[in-house]
T-cell receptor, first 116, second 113 residues
């Protein structure tokens, strides 16, 4: 069972470069999201999607772009990387897009990004 | 707004010691509560959850009870092992958050043999 798959696992970027973090899930989940994890900050929501063609901003969306053209994929784009975007990024998915409580949210294994 | 507060770490215990990690929350509705665990170099795994008041979530010897009166969801384990060394995150979701999780800052647990 693949679950939620993120690539790449590690990446080093130079300031100003752009890149895309890939996320795919094979569970036919409507809901997908991206979080970043920083020391002492827990995880913070960047963007999320409640279904194909629908995206919305989370707590820390600046500098990131997303799209959801298929149910399976939810890529995160860094438009012009900055050192402040050095972080660990997690993609997540769950079955429901209605905000029902109690749904288990599944996480990918994370992508470690360093911007120099 | 909704928020989660969990005890600061790191927490260092000897093997077979009793573990408590405190978690309290603020929410406008009736949230579901979760504990996630992150082992070194890995992603987050759901450890346990509770969806309504007085529910007890349990898994791998860990337990947490949803206490609405004290807005708490403390994580406990009677006898920790070295393999329990990880970062533990308390989180909530409710209808207002559209199913998104709101996390505490995490508590790092180190268990010494």
């Amino acid at each position: 069972n693949a679950g939620v798959t993120q690539t790449p696992k590690f990446q080093v970027l130079k300031t100003g470069q752009s890149m895309t973090l890939q996320c795919a899930q094979d569970m036919n989940h409507e809901y997908m999201s991206w979080y970043r994890q920083d020391p002492g900050m827990g995880l913070r929501l960047i963007h999320y999607s409640v279904g194909a063609g629908i995206t919305d901003q989370g707590e820390v969306p600046n500098g990131y772009n997303v799209s959801r053209s298929t149910t399976e994929d939810f890529p995160l784009r860094l438009l012009s990387a900055a050192p402040s975007q050095t972080s660990v990024y997690f993609c997540a998915s769950s079955y429901s897009s209605t905000g029902e409580t109690g749904n288990t949210i599944y996480f990918g294994e994370g992508s470690w990004l360093t911007v120099v | 707004g909704n928020s989660v507060t969990q005890m600061e770490g790191p927490v260092t215990l000897s093997e077979e010691a009793f573990l408590t990690i405190n978690c309290t929350y603020t929410a406008t509705g009736y949230p579901s509560l979760f504990w996630y665990v992150q082992y070194p170099g890995e992603g987050l795994q759901l450890l346990l959850k509770a969806t309504k008041a007085d529910d007890k979530g349990s898994n791998k010897g860990f337990e947490a009870t949803y206490r609405k009166e004290t807005t708490s969801f403390h994580l406990e384990k009677g006898s920790v092992q070295v393999s329990d060394s990880a970062v533990y995150f308390c989180a909530l979701s409710d209808r207002g958050s559209q199913g998104n999780l709101i996390f505490g800052k995490g508590t790092k647990l180190s268990v010494k043999p």
